[in-house]
Structures are given as C-alpha cells and as structure tokens.
C-alpha cells in the first residue's frame, strides 16, 4: 500500500523495485495514529527505515523549520552511521531535509549553531539529550519535536544510561505533551517489559507493539578444531590458522571478541598466521577516535578482509559487504550472539553466516547452547530494576540549569519515567537536599551548595559556575582511570587503564592497536611510546566482565544431564563428559553438584553452580571467610562462569554449612564494606550525582585525583552519615552490578534444596578446566602457553583415568 506514502518516497521505492513491508507500514499506520511503537524486527528487517519512514512522510506533507526528529542510540558511531545511511535516500528524493549527529565528538561551533538553528532530524546519545536539556533554551530547541525514535532499545533500557534517558524523555513529554516515542530492536525477549519502559507513565497498553516478519535463519555453526578441543583459555586463539582461512575464503569476516585485551590477543595470533598479508584491522573503545574512524572508513570502502572487534561494533551498525561473523570465546548470551549474528549479510531474506568457536570444553556446552537458542528463537531475558539515585541527581541538575524547580511538579514529572515510577516525596526531598548541599555531613563546604531553595518554595542554581561544572562533567559512562598511548610526535594512539600502566617501566613492551609498542618514558597522564617489532604482553582492563545469562546456563546443564545429546560434541568433550558420569556424577539440572578431593598437599572443593563469573567471584570471598572462621585454612580460590574452586590445607568433610542462607547477611555485608568494592561503586557513583568533578576548564583531573576526592569523602560519610544518599547508591551498585547478588541468592537456594556432595580420591575431569586456572588468570603473557599445556595434560590424565 504505498499509497500511503508522499509521492517522493512513494516514487523512491518504485524505482527500485521494491514494496514497503508489512511492519513499515504498520509503523507508519502507529504515526498518522498518533501511538507510540516498540518495532521488534530482525536484523536487515529495514527497522531504521521503518523508524525514520513516518518522519520523513511528515516532512514531505508539513514541511518547515525546527527539529522534528530525534533519534537516540547508544553508540556515537552508530549515530554516524546511520546518519550516512539516512542521507543518501534523502538525496536521491530529492529532499530538503537536514539530518545531523550530536555527541562528544562535534565541534563546539556547531553544537552552538544547532541550538539556534536544528536540522529537521538530530541524531544523538542519552548523554548529549541530557544536556541539550539543561540548557535555558530547551523549549524553544524542542517547541516542535514530534517524535523521538530509541534504536537499539535493548541496549540500555535496563541500565543507568536507560534511567537517564527515561528521565529526558518524561522532561521532552512535559515540554511536548504530544510527543510520540517510537523504540527499534532485534533483540527482545520480552517485549511488554520494554513497552512499561518506553510508555509515558508505563502504561504497556499506549505502545502499539510491530512485530517483522522472521527472516532467513542464520547459517550458524560451531567450529570442531583441527586438534582437540582445549581444557582451559577463553580466547579461541588455537584457531587462529583457521580463522584466517575463514578470512581469505570471504570478502569481508568480521572477528568478534568479549574484550579489549582479548582483540588484541587475537590480532595478533592471526596476523602471525597472515601468510597472504591480508588486510585486517582491530577496533575496540579504548583506540583513539581516530583510529577508530580510519578503520571504520576502510570497512565502508571495501578496504579489509578481516576486523577484529569488540562490543564497540556489535550495534546495529553496517559498514562494508560483510558476510561472516566469527566469535571467538563463548558468546556470553543468545541475544547478544543474534545481534553479532545481524551484522553479516545485512539483509532480511538471505542468511547471516557466522562461526563460533569456543576457547574451552566449557565454553564448547555453552555455545552448543547459544546456537540452540538463536536457532529456536530464544531471547536472553533483561531483570528491570528501579532507577538509580546518583543518575536522578544528576538529571536533577540538568533541569535546575535551565530554570527552576517546582518540587511538586518535578515529583510528577519524575514519577511518569517508568523506573522512577515508585519514587516518594520523601526520596525527592532527600535528593534535592542532596544536590543543594552535598548532604548534612558536607552542607558546611561551598563547592556541595549548588542549589538554593527561593521563597517561593522553588529550587535555582545556587551560581551561574555550577551549569558549566554540570556541562563539563555530566554523563553516565565512569570508565576507569586512563592515561592516554602517544608517539613522540603528539599523534594519539588510544587510551590504557591507569592501574595497567603503573606496571610498566621504560623499554617494557606491550601490544596495542595491533602493534608492538615500546615504553620510552611516561608522565601522570601519558604513556610516550614507539613502535618495537619485538613480542609484547596484551594490557589488562578492567571493569565487570559479561556472565553467561542465566537462560544460557539452564541449557547447559540440561546438557550435562543428557547423554542422548553429547553425540552433538567432538568427540573429546563427549569422552570428558562420560568419564566425568563414571569417575564422579553429573548433576541434574536442578542440582548443585559439590567435589571435594585431595590435589598436590592441598584440599580441594568445587563448586558447579553455572551461575557466572561474578557471582562465583562474590561467593568465593564469602566462602573463604567463612571457611577461615571455621578452621579450614582456606588458601584461595579461582572461579570462571561455570564453576567455582576453592583450595585450602583442610579437608571439608561436609560442605553444606558453609552455605547456609545467613551468608549473604553477615559475611556479605562484611565483606563488602571491608573490600575495595564499595569504595570503588562510591567513586563512581560520587562522580555520576556530580559530587566529584572530573573535568575543570581547561583541566582533567587524574583517576587518582578523583579517586583521593572521594576515598576522602567515602570515609567522612561512612563515620557521620551512614545513611548518606550515595552511600544507599553505592550499596545498591555493589549488590547489582559487581557482585550479581541476585545470582548468588539463587545460588545459595538452590544450595540449600539440592546440594549433592560427592567425595573423591584425586582430582575429576569437570575440574580440570577450573584447577588449571589456578595462578595462571593472566594467560596472555610471554612463555606461560607451554607452562600451561604441560600442566593441564598432566591434569587431565590424572583425571581421566578410570579408578
């Protein structure tokens, strides 16, 4: 029914012999209605055409001047992107309409001069919507804004970047009551969670739900390598011949890593097997803008056979004609593997090709999993959570830098954000007392008074100083303190994490942006390198690492209890698992499988619980604490998605004490106001409620700055005011994020419910994977590879041997 549509676009599509789909058009019925719209499509499905198409119809039949559209994505690049592919159409229409990106990245003239005068179409992040909003001239900016489009929506709707832009949306709903919002994804596994989020005051109901068409399913498979498949490592980086095979059989491959010291491991293992001298790249967040953009261009022009890259391009993005994905390491999740999926043959009605290729036995279950789950259709789901208190400071901020705050109204406001939707008068209060003084315990210090409270009851700026501190320094992202990789000469390769370059003395070599470098001397805030053609060892980054989703870990112990289905797996992992059923048990799925045997002088107790690294990582402080009141002598313990080991100089002859439910009210508690978690969550949430300041004119400050600033204030808060709004935040932060509470709980019931303890004599085939990665965590360093082969065959035939 292209009918429907202006006669430029109508006559755009006919040219090409195409129709619009079922779903555009029902997007473009949800406009000219009036609704809101969630479209859930797959990936080439056209979902941003179907976004923008009802936009671009309206400018043709209203055309004039203000901005119309605004279009949020989580990624600057994916903004750019999208813009080139926005542009061209309107080309070829013939059309008179101004598309243009706004984030971190655009010269501050022109930021000025769109505040003046905006393009019919803005496409931008959360984070600059935020601050468009805290400007004066708000309203007027977006006195004619008629749609707001959120690509990508799963991306960050249930994180605090979710929060800020829920609160910006409900701050453009006031000033535009008849804004319609509209939300894009592939990737969706409960769409009415994401109409509550996305609906003004989440009601589900006012967000018509578009539903594409499936397209082709995916020609997925997982790689059987040429040897056997490995006991321990999460890289994969025993393919890299094959992996480049891959390459030279495609056009373009795309190379998929969890992290960014990971894609530099694998660039290098393949450019040391890049016989052909092939051209391949690496890309990942911590690469200066430049370099990113050098590689992105090159990926548009056709320019590269192969890019190694992490989550920095697993959005929506679509440069160049790729046509195979390949991820390296287990997937982590059926959802994010999909998306990943998406970004080979971008088009609805052909096939993506993509290969997994597992770094373990482990990782070989799970992304056995993953592929049985993106080939049924299965969606990871999001856990929704109330919206943090340090991003509702912040935006408080914002809005009090365009004018003042009627409390009342602000509460109302506030409360039709769907994940503040709970919020009380008395949590307002709390906050904005917050904002105005810092709190009772800083209210005597000048720099915490931001805000004062008028006559009249409303809340202004305390000083005009304050919305410059708010601009310079506002923003979600808190990335560990960095000090920014140079040549001599100024040119800029990236950045690397603080605690990484305080190991590094001058002549020590490291790898970055797919080059050997060597340390020539550094500076508090530089690293000045050259180039070496010597081997280096990979930077380490911190910052919480992804966990395989829970939907992920329930399949893989389906597997383990399922002999029927190990015919599926090579046939190493198929011995593995048999000799396990015959030396030990495998448990069944609703079981929690305890080994306890005897290793080299020490004692051994392993912990199969699938519930993630994290949650492994928590569980193995608390347990040793515990463990050490009790006498057991426990020495340490390592973890990784899939089981926890803890080793110690006693036997423990009955592990179901240790944990029991009080776990996670008294030892937890302890430790994490004794560890540097809580401390760490306090930085960064000090910093996103704008109670440290980051950035100064004409300065940054180092992470160790910051990091003293709020150490100083974290102690003065923890003796006067325990109760402090931050320090809530930080507990909140600590419980969600780091230590993933929620799966420990789970854990801890299913512990008391199902625990099986088997004892043993010596070590079991499940354990090897775990117990080789015991002193060995930093696997990506020069001579450890032999050191670790060597040992986990020794492992494994200790293991492997029948009683």
Excluded at 313 to 338: E, F, H, N, T, Y
Excluded at 414 to 428: G, W
Excluded at 603 to 619: K, P, R, T, V
């Amino acid at each position: 029914m292209s009918h429907s549509l202006p006669n430029p676009i109508a006559a755009w599509f006919a040219e090409r012999g195409w129709t619009v789909r079922r779903h555009q058009q029902a997007m473009l019925a949800a406009a000219r209605r009036g609704d809101h719209a969630l479209l859930v499509a797959p990936t080439g499905a056209g979902k941003t055409l179907a976004g923008f198409l009802p936009s671009l119809a309206d400018l043709v039949e209203r055309p004039g001047d203000g901005l119309r559209t605004l279009y949020i994505s989580p990624l600057k690049a994916l903004a750019v992107d999208v813009q080139r592919n926005l542009l061209t159409p309107i080309s070829e229409m013939g059309l008179p309409i101004r598309v243009e990106t706004r984030s971190g990245d655009t010269p501050s003239d022109r930021k000025a001069r769109q505040r003046v005068r905006p393009p019919h179409m803005l496409l931008t992040t959360p984070e600059s919507l935020s601050l468009l909003l805290s400007y004066p001239d708000a309203e007027h900016l977006f006195a004619a804004l008629d749609t707001v489009i959120i690509d990508e929506i799963h991306a960050f709707a249930a994180e605090k970047r979710g929060d800020l832009l829920s609160l910006s949306l409900a701050r453009l709903q006031a000033l535009r009551p008849q804004l319609r919002r509209v939300g894009l994804s592939a990737t969706v596994a409960d769409p009415d969670a994401y109409r509550r989020w996305l609906a003004p005051g989440g009601e589900a109901d006012k967000v018509t739900l578009v539903e594409g068409d499936p397209g082709a399913p995916p020609d997925l498979s997982i790689l059987v390598p040429e040897d056997r498949v490995p006991w321990s490592g999460h890289s994969g980086k025993y393919a890299a011949r094959q992996v480049i095979d891959i390459i030279a059989a495609n056009r373009m491959t795309l190379v998929f890593s969890n992290t960014r010291g990971l894609a530099e491991l694998i660039f290098q293992e393949l450019w040391a097997q890049n016989d052909d001298n092939l051209p391949i790249g690496i890309h990942h967040g911590s690469l200066s803008r430049e370099a990113r953009r050098k590689v992105e261009a090159a990926m548009a022009d056709g320019k590269l056979r192969g890019l190694v890259a992490t989550a920095s391009l697993d959005l929506g993005i679509d440069w160049g004609d790729i046509d195979c994905v390949v991820q390296m390491g287990a997937p982590k999740g059926s959802s994010r593997l999909l998306q990943r999926v998406g970004r080979a043959n971008h088009r609805l009605d052909e096939p993506s090709k993509a290969i997994l290729i597992p770094g373990n036995r482990f990782e070989y279950l799970e992304a056995q999993a993953a592929f049985d789950a993106v080939m049924a259709g299965e969606r990871d789901a999001e856990r929704f959570r109330p919206g943090a208190l340090d991003v509702l400071a912040q935006h408080i901020m914002a809005l009090a830098c365009a004018g003042p705050l009627e409390p009342d109204a602000l509460l109302a406001e506030v409360r039709s954000a769907t994940p503040y939707a709970e919020l009380t008068r008395a949590q307002l209060d709390d906050l904005l007392g917050f904002v105005s003084t810092g709190g009772y315990a800083l209210r005597a210090y000048d720099r915490f008074q931001r805000l004062v409270r008028e006559s009249d009851g409303r809340w202004r700026l305390a000083h005009p100083r304050f919305a410059q501190a708010h601009r310079l320094n506002a923003g979600i992202i808190v990335d560990q303190p960095a000090v920014d990789v140079r040549f001599a000469n100024g040119r800029k390769l990236g950045t690397v994490e603080e605690i990484f370059a305080a190991t590094l003395s001058p002549g020590d070599r490291f790898f970055f942006s797919g080059m050997s470098l060597e340390l020539v001397r550094q500076t508090e805030a530089e690293l000045i390198v050259r180039a070496s053609s010597k081997s280096a060892q990979i930077p380490s980054w911190g910052g919480t690492r992804m966990a395989m989703s829970t939907h992920l870990a329930g399949r893989v112990r389906q597997f383990l209890a399922d002999p029927a289905q190990w015919h599926r797996f090579p046939a190493d992992v198929h011995e593995w698992l048999a000799m396990q059923a015959v030396r030990s048990v495998l448990p069944r799925p609703d079981q929690l499988l305890i080994e306890t045997f005897p290793h080299e002088g020490l004692h051994y107790m392993l912990i199969y619980s699938f519930e993630g690294w994290n949650a492994h990582q928590s569980l193995g402080m608390l347990l040793t604490r515990r463990m050490e009141e009790r006498g057991l002598k426990p020495i340490g313990f390592v973890s990784n998605d899939y089981a926890l080991a803890v080793y110690g100089l006693e036997p423990i002859d009955d592990p179901a004490p240790l944990f029991s439910a009080d776990i996670l009210d008294h030892e937890f508690i302890a430790w994490v106001e004794e560890s540097s978690l809580l401390k760490r969550a306090f930085r960064d949430v000090a910093v996103i409620s704008g109670l440290i300041e980051r950035q100064q004119p004409g300065a940054r400050k180092t992470g160790r700055q910051v990091s003293f600033s709020t150490d100083l204030i974290y102690d003065v808060l923890r003796r006067y005011e325990p109760d402090h709004l931050l320090l809530r935040a930080a507990w909140a932060d600590a419980r969600a994020r780091m230590t993933d509470v929620g799966r420990l709980g789970e854990l801890i019931d299913r512990a008391a419910a199902t625990l099986l303890h088997v004892p043993l004599d010596r070590v079991s085939p499940l354990a090897v994977p775990v117990l080789i990665m015991i002193g060995r965590e930093h696997v990506a360093q020069p001579g450890t590879d032999e050191a670790l082969l060597i040992e986990a065959e020794a492992l494994a035939r200790l293991a492997m041997t029948p009683d």
